[in-house]
Structures are given as C-alpha cells and as structure tokens.
C-alpha cells in the first residue's frame, strides 16, 4: 500500500529540507509514549553521525543488497557512493522523489510485499526497519519472503529494540505488563508534520530473545551483532 503525498508528513518534511536546508520537527506519538520530536536533519545524516549499529550494518552489507524502507536513503546514499550495488525502495512516493533527488540508482516506489523473482546478497532493515511488518503474528510469513529473496549465503540485517525497560516500575524494579494485552512492543503511531497528519499505523519493536526464536523456526540462523543501550541491537540472519 503506497502513501499518497497529502498523508505523508515523514515525506513532506524530507522534500522541504532537501529544498531548503532549514531545520524542522517532525511529531510522533504512540498509544504508549508521549509527543517526541525528530528533527529532520537525523534522516539526513552521514555516516559518522550514524549509531554504531547501523555502521556495522553498512560495513557488513555485500553484493546485490536490498533497502526496505529506505526513506531518505541515508543508507544506501553511502553504499553507493562506496561502488556497492545497493537497491532501495519506499512505498512513500516524496521519500522516493528525495531519493532520486539525492542522486540515487535503482530506486523503485515499491511494496516489499509485492517484490518476487528477485535475488540478493544483502537485505537491510535498519531504524528498526521490522515494524513494516506491522504485527508480530506476520513475522513468519514475513521471514519466508524475504528467505526466497535472497541469494545463497545471502544475509538479512536489521537493527530493533527491546523496550521492556519502557515498563519497568522505578520503584520495586517489576515490569508493569498487561499480560492480557498482546506482545508489549506492539503499538499504534501517530506522526504529523506542521499541518499535515499522517494515518495511524501499526509498529513494533520487538527483542532480539523472540525474534531469534521467529527466525530459528523459518530456517535462519540468528546471530547478535551489536548490542546497545537500552535494549538496541543489530542482529544477523543467514540461512
């Protein structure tokens, strides 16, 4: 399912800073978290100012690779400009434009859903790319796709977090989870920028604990590769 301009605030914000420098705030919310403010300059980022997670991510990533959600295209700006064959895809049609502003090859307004007949090296899902999946239930069905995507000794490369800190009682050090309630990384986004507001959506975080399980039982071998503060990690799966 594409995202039309007018729904768009995350593609807006990224065609008015490519046009004009200026710094701005993009505005999240989720049923779980107050009001966060991105600024846009962080989808623009170099490598340098990248977390250590998505350097390795970059470092690690080989042959013919796949973006999920590229968004900007901070990623796969630096992997081409390094001589990799790097294709990356959005289902925002500004984010694809800024991409292909950006200098960009083979960038495509595509749903991951809807790729087949296709063979990678590498398949990236970097700032916690995996919540595309939008529900845990659909991680099995999700992990098949991308197995028939990739080529052998091919690698998929995606970076999340555990929030459970997010529910901790400062008190007594007990987790405050409503059993009852679905997995706790699961939530509903909320993003707007200035005037334009986006479509709720589903997301997910999910740690690295289930996501191993997940992946072990679709036929991968997951391995941690970085770990971070509060719960971020980048994991590695090959099949």
């Known amino acids: 399912?594409?995202?039309?301009?007018?729904?768009?605030?995350?593609?807006?914000?990224?065609?008015?800073?490519?046009?004009?420098?200026?710094?701005?705030?993009?505005?999240?919310?989720?049923?779980?978290?107050?009001?966060?403010?991105?600024?846009?300059?962080?989808f623009f980022r170099s490598y340098d100012e990248m977390p250590k997670s998505e350097q390795v991510a970059l470092d690690l990533s080989k042959g013919k690779i796949l973006d999920l959600g590229a968004g900007s295209g901070v990623h796969s700006l630096h992997l081409q400009q390094n001589g990799l064959d790097v294709h990356p895809i959005d289902i925002s049609e500004l984010s694809v434009d800024v991409m292909k502003q950006k200098g960009l090859n083979n960038v495509r307004l595509k749903d991951y859903r809807a790729i087949s007949n296709e063979k990678y090296d590498t398949i990236l899902l970097l700032m916690n790319?995996?919540?595309?999946?939008?529900?845990?239930?659909?991680?099995?069905?999700?992990?098949?796709?991308?197995?028939?995507?990739?080529?052998?000794?091919?690698?998929?490369?995606?970076?999340?977090?555990?929030?459970?800190?997010?529910?901790?009682?400062?008190?007594?050090?007990?987790?405050?989870?409503?059993?009852?309630?679905?997995?706790?990384?699961?939530?509903?986004?909320?993003?707007?920028?200035?005037?334009?507001?986006?479509?709720?959506?589903?997301?997910?975080?999910?740690?690295?604990?289930?996501?191993?399980?997940?992946a072990k039982a679709e036929g991968f071998n997951c391995e941690m590769i970085v770990s971070e503060d509060e719960g971020h990690y980048l994991a590695k799966l090959t099949i």
């Not at 069905?141 to 490369?157: E, H, P």
């Not at 995606?158 to 400062?170: C, K, N, P, R």
């Not at 007990?174 to 707007?192: K, Q, R, T």
């Open 1 to 42: 399912m594409k995202v039309a301009p007018e729904k768009d605030p995350i593609g807006q914000a990224l065609i008015e800073y490519l046009k004009t420098n200026k710094e701005s705030t993009i505005h999240v919310d989720t049923n779980l978290t107050e009001d966060e403010s991105i600024p846009t300059s962080y």
């Open 129 to 214: 790319g995996i919540g595309m999946v939008q529900k845990i239930k659909n991680i099995p069905q999700f992990l098949q796709q991308v197995k028939g995507l990739l080529n052998n000794g091919g690698q998929v490369l995606l970076d999340s977090t555990d929030i459970l800190y997010m529910f901790e009682d400062e008190e007594d050090g007990s987790y405050l989870i409503d059993l009852n309630g679905g997995y706790y990384g699961e939530m509903i986004y909320f993003v707007s920028y200035k005037d334009i507001k986006g479509e709720p959506f589903d997301w997910f975080y999910i740690d690295y604990g289930l996501l191993s399980d997940y």
